[in-house]
C-alpha cells in the first residue's frame, strides 16, 4: 500500500525539522541577537589588546569545555558547598581568562538578554581571541545551550593528560569523533601559550621513578628545561614554543620534529605513522596556509562535540552559575 503523498511530505518535514533543531547554523541569533558577533569580538579584542597572553588561554579553554560533556559551558561553572566542579580538577587549575568570559556575558546580556548560551559565548571568544593575534579564523555556528551538569572527577578522565602516549591520544580523540588528523592538527596549538614547571616535572626529573628523565626528548633540551624549572618549582612559566609563544605559526612542527615538544604527548606524535608524517611535512617546508585550514576546520568539528540544542540545557544568565 502506498503511504499517501501528503503524510509522506509531514514526516519528511518532522524528520528534518529534528535533524535540524540537532545541528549548529551559522546564523541562529540573526533575529535574536544580529550584533552578537560585533559585541564578542569587540569585547575580547579590549582583553587581548592588553593581555595577548589570554589568546591560549581562551583556546584552551574551549577545547576543555568541548572535551568535558561536551561544548556546554560546563567548564566555566563555579563549585558550590554541594559540588565540585570541572574547573576545580587537576588539568583545569591552569585555566585562565574567566574574566574575559564573564565581560563578554555581561555585554551580550546588556543588548540581547537571556538569549545568547555561555557556550557560545565561549566558542566564539576563543575564536575571536586566537584571530586577534592574527592566527587563523573559522566560522563558529551557533545554537549551543547551557549544561547544567560540572563535575570535576569527569573532567579528570575526558581530558587527555600530557603523559599520554599516541595510542591514548588517539582513543581519546576517537571517544569525541575526532580523527589521528585532528589530533596532530589540534595539538598544534601548543604553538601558542605557556606550560607550568609542574606539567614536567616527572618527565625531567623522575621519568619512570628511579631520578631519571624522559629519553625520548633531546637531552639538551632536557638540560636547558632543568635550568627552568627545578625539582620542586611548580609554579614557574615556560613558553611551549620558545621566542614566538604569541604567535600562531607553523614552528610546533619543527620543535616536536627535533624531539623538543614539551609534553610526551608532544612528542608521542613522532611514534604513529601518520601523526609523524604530518609533523615532518610542516617541519621541512612551509605549509603555513594548509596548517591554518586544516586548523580550522578541525575547531569546527571540536565545537560541535556532543552540543546541547533545541531545547535541551539552558541559556544560563551568569556563565559561572546554573540559573
Ligand atoms: C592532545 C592532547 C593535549 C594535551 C595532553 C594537552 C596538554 C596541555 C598541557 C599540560 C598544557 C599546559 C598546562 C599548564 O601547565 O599550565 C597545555 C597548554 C595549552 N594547550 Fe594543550 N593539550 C592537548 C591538546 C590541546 C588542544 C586540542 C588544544 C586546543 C584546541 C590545546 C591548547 C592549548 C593551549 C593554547 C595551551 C596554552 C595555554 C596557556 O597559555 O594558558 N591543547 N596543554
Ligand atoms: C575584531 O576586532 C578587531 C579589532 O577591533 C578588528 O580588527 C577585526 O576586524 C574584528 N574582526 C571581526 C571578524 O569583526
Ligand atoms: C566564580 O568564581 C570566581 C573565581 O573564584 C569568582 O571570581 C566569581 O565571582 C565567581 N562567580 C560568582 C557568580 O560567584
Ligand atoms: C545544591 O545546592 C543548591 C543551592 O546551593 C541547590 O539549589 C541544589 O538543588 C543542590 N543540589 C543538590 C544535588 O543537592
Ligand atoms: C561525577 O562523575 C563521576 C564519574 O563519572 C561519577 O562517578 C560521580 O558520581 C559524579 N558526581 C556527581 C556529583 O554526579
Ligand atoms: C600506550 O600505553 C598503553 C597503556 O600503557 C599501551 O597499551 C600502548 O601499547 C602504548 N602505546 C604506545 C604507542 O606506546
Ligand atoms: C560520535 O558519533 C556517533 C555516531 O554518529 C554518535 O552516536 C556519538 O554520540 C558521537 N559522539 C560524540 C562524543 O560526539
Ligand atoms: C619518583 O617516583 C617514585 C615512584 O613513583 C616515587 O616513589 C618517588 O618519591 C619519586 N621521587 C621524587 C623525588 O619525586
Ligand atoms: C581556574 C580555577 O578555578 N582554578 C582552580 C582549580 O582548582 C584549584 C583547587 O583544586 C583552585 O585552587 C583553583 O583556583
Not at 56 to 69: I, K, W
Not at 115 to 136: F, K, T, W, Y
Not at 177 to 205: E, F, P, Q, W
Request: with cysteine.
Amino acid at each position: 500500500m502506498a503511504i499517501p503523498k501528503l503524510v509522506l511530505v509531514c514526516i519528511l518535514l518532522l524528520v528534518f525539522r529534528h535533524a535540524n533543531s540537532q545541528s549548529l547554523k551559522a546564523n541562529f541569533y540573526r533575529r535574536t541577537c544580529p550584533s552578537l558577533e560585533t559585541i564578542v569580538n569587540a569585547t575580547t579584542a579590549t582583553f587581548i589588546s592588553s593581555a595577548p597572553s589570554l589568546a591560549p588561554a581562551l583556546l584552551r579553554m574551549h577545547f576543555h569545555d568541548c572535551f568535558v560533556r561536551g561544548c556546554d559551558g560546563s567548564v566555566l561553572i563555579n563549585s558550590t558547598s554541594n559540588n565540585t566542579a570541572e574547573k576545580a580538577a587537576i588539568p583545569n587549575q591552569s585555566l585562565r581568562g574567566f574574566q574575559v568570559i564573564d565581560a563578554v556575558k555581561s555585554a551580550v546580556e546588556r543588548q540581547c538578554p537571556g538569549r545568547v548560551s555561555c557556550a557560545d559565548i565561549l566558542a566564539l571568544v576563543a575564536r575571536d581571541a586566537v584571530s586577534l593575534i592574527n592566527g587563523p579564523f573559522w566560522p563558529v555556528p551557533l545554537g549551543r545551550r547551557d549544561g547544567r551538569v560540572s563535575n570535576s572527577t569527569e573532567a579528570l578522565f575526558q581530558l587527555p593528560p600530557p603523559f599520554f602516549n599516541s595510542t591514548q591520544l588517539i582513543a581519546s580523540f576517537a571517544a569525541k569523533n575526532l580523527t589521528v588528523k585532528d589530533l596532530v592538527v589540534l595539538s598544534g596549538s601548543h604553538t601558542i601559550g605557556v606550560a607550568h614547571c609542574s606539567s614536567i616535572t616527572s618527565r625531567l626529573y623522575n621519568f619512570t621513578g628511579r631520578g631519571d628523565s624522559d629519553p625520548s626528548m633531546d637531552p639538551n633540551y632536557v638540560a636547558a628545561l632543568k635550568r627552568r624549572c627545578s625539582p620542586t618549582d611548580a609554579n614557574s612559566i615556560i613558553q611551549m614554543d620558545p621566542g614566538s609563544s604569541q604567535v600562531f605559526d607553523e614552528d610546533y612542527y619543527s620543535i616536536v620534529s627535533k624531539r623538543r615538544g614539551l609534553f610526551q604527548s608532544d612528542g608521542a606524535l613522532l611514534t604513529n605513522s601518520v601523526t609523524n608524517a604530518y609533523v615532518q611535512q610542516h617541519s621541512t617546508s612551509s605549509r603555513l596556509s594548509s596548517f591554518l585550514n586544516d586548523f580550522s576546520k578541525s575547531m569546527v568539528k571540536m565545537g560541535k562535540i556532543e552540543v546541547l540544542t533545541g531545547s535541551a540545557g539552558e541559556i544560563r544568565r551568569v556563565c559561572s552559575v546554573i540559573n
